[in-house]
């Protein structure tokens, strides 16, 4: 079992900062990826960013965020963040970190990855 625990969500105005962290604990040595998603209102859940756990590369955006958010872990490997700049009232939306265990590819799709934070709320205003 892996546990991810988000925080850094909050309100921010268009053009802010936010910093997402997400707190791994248990069998993350199981971990291939570590990834964020986050879903809207009425909305299916999509792919933000993903990196390769163990050896911190292979770093995957969605190009709605690209330029703008940057993925990273610490180099104990148990704190995953995302750092989010020129942030945009369409990223309002609850944020989850993710782990994927399947190794090979740091994938984007959401029923690949095996183990889901709780979640934490980012809402940007105009």
């Known amino acids: 079992q892996v546990q991810l625990v988000e925080s850094g969500g909050g309100l921010v105005q268009a053009g802010g900062s936010l910093r997402l962290s997400c707190a791994a604990s248990g069998r993350t040595y199981s971990s291939y990826a570590m990834g964020w998603f986050r879903q809207a209102p009425g909305k299916e859940r999509e792919f933000v960013a993903a990196?390769?756990?163990?050896?911190?590369?292979?770093?995957r955006y969605a190009d709605s965020v690209k330029g703008r958010f940057t993925i990273s872990r610490d180099n104990a490997k148990t704190t995953l963040y995302l750092q989010m700049n020129s942030l945009e009232p369409d990223d309002t939306a609850v944020y989850y970190c993710a782990a994927q265990i399947l190794a090979g590819i740091v994938t984007t799709t959401p029923g690949k990855y095996d183990y889901w934070g709780q979640g934490t709320q980012v809402t940007v205003s105009s």
């Open positions: 990196m390769a756990w163990w050896t911190g590369d292979s770093a």
